[in-house]
């Protein structure tokens, strides 16, 4: 259930090595708010946290991630911003005792897949469908009336590899299957392979997603920029 604790002690290195784009990440969130609070699916280790928060000092971002190990390593780097509340939790059974005016997800729980002009997949780090609403479901509880949910875009995955910036080589493999794909993270050292993660990632169609998203009373939004896809809490 997309736990990163096998990745986490490199996760930054590769995101850092041109995986991610942190600042374009921020500026297109920005272009949705200003929010008075923003809620994190998936944070991680912090990095897209570190950069909202440098630029909104004092902002009222809570962060929540299922895998301790990268926590960690977000309240070390985030300790500088004590306005940031980071939570150890799984999505499934968000509890936060608050609503938000923007949740958002950037590789983290959920995220899409857009290929040229083909229409958009939801892509998910929970495998199993039960599981994917109950999330769904608890997420939605934790946004306010008229807030937005913004889900990051990524491009189609494929099978690669590539060196990194500490001179390692960064391998990824994606297996297909019935309602989703596989997708083995490797990292090589001179060859040897000091880290490998399996995550079993579950697929939604465009319509799938938008029928679960409107019966939690989503609606899409126009897109501002490339980095998310963004629904309002309509009903
Ligand atoms: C690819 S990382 C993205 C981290 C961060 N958003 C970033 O951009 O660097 C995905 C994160 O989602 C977290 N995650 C996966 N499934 C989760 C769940 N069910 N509940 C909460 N977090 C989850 C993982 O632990 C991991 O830290």
Redesign the pocket.
């Known amino acids: ?4 604790t096998n990745m986490s002690s490199y996760y930054d290195v590769i ?1 850092t090595s041109g995986y ?1 784009d942190y600042a374009q990440i921020v500026n297109d969130l920005e272009q949705h708010g200003p929010f008075a609070n923003i809620l ?6 912090g ?2 946290l570190e950069e909202f928060g440098r630029r909104h000092s004092g902002a009222n971002i809570t962060g ?4 301790e190990a ?1 926590l960690k390593q977000a309240r070390e780097r985030l300790a500088a911003y004590p306005a940031i509340d980071l939570r150890q ?4 059974s968000l509890a936060l005792n608050k609503k938000y005016e923007a949740a958002f997800s ?4 959920w995220y899409f897949v857009i290929d040229g002009d083909k229409e958009p997949f939801m892509v998910s ?2 495998p199993g469908d039960a599981d994917n609403r109950a ?1 769904l479901e608890k997420l939605a509880a934790h946004i306010a009336p008229g807030g937005m949910l913004l889900l990051g875009i990524q491009g189609p995955h494929f099978d690669y590899e590539k060196e990194i910036s500490n001179g390692m080589t960064y391998a990824q493999k994606i297996e297909p299957h019935d309602h989703g794909f596989v997708k083995h993270y490797y990292l090589l050292d001179d060859g040897r392979r000091v880290m490998e993660q399996t995550i079993d990632y579950r697929t939604y169609s465009w319509s799938q997603t938008l029928d679960m998203l409107g019966k939690l009373g989503f609606t899409p939004v126009p897109r501002k920029g490339d980095k998310f896809l963004a629904f309002r809490k309509t009903a």
Do not use: F
Not at 1 to 4: F, V
Not at 64 to 67: A, G, N
């Open positions: 259930m997309g736990d990163y995101m991610y994190e699916v998936g944070c991680g280790t990095l897209i929540i991630d299922l895998t990268m939790q799984n999505v499934c950037y590789g983290g729980v780090h929970i999330g």
